[in-house]
Nanobody
Framework: QLQLVESGGGSVQPGDSLRLSCTAS????????IAWFRQAPGKRREGVSG????????YYADSVKGRFTISRDNAKNTVYLQVNGLKPEDTAVYYC?????????????????????WGQGTQVTVSL
């Protein structure tokens, strides 16, 4: 069974940090482009960050540049999203997704329709 599992979310205060993890079972993440998306209540799902194969080029939404960092650990079959300087507007369910299509660029990485596999999400809540 092919599965993505996110973890690492939680309830934190503004300015805090978290490390979100996305671990795969049944397939190797190093064969896929991976992205993190988030969805806040009443809002559309949006792309947060992506990482490509084979060069691990990274992409970020403007709203998170300089605060979030995406990375891979192929030995652990895991992709991480380090989230620093959290703001209340970062509150959302965060999902990771895997994409096997050949073209992955700044213009397409955040298109959620292209992703083949999705995790169940992990909640991040930022409040005082």
């Amino acid at each position: 069974q092919l599965q993505l599992v996110e973890s690492g979310g939680g309830s934190v205060q503004p300015g805090d940090s978290l490390r979100l993890s996305c671990t795969a079972s049944g397939f190797r993440l190093n064969y896929f482009h991976i992205a993190w998306f988030r969805q806040a209540p009443g809002k559309r799902r949006e792309g947060v960050s992506g990482i490509s194969i084979p060069d691990d080029k990274t992409y970020y939404a403007d709203s998170v540049k300089g605060r979030f960092t995406i990375s891979r650990d192929n030995a652990k079959n895991t992709v991480y999203l380090q989230v620093n300087g959290l703001k209340p507007e970062d509150t959302a369910v965060y999902y990771c997704a895997a994409d096997f299509q050949p073209r992955f660029s700044d213009s397409v990485w955040s298109m959620d329709a292209r992703y083949d596999y999705w995790g169940q999400g992990t909640q991040v809540t930022v409040s005082l």
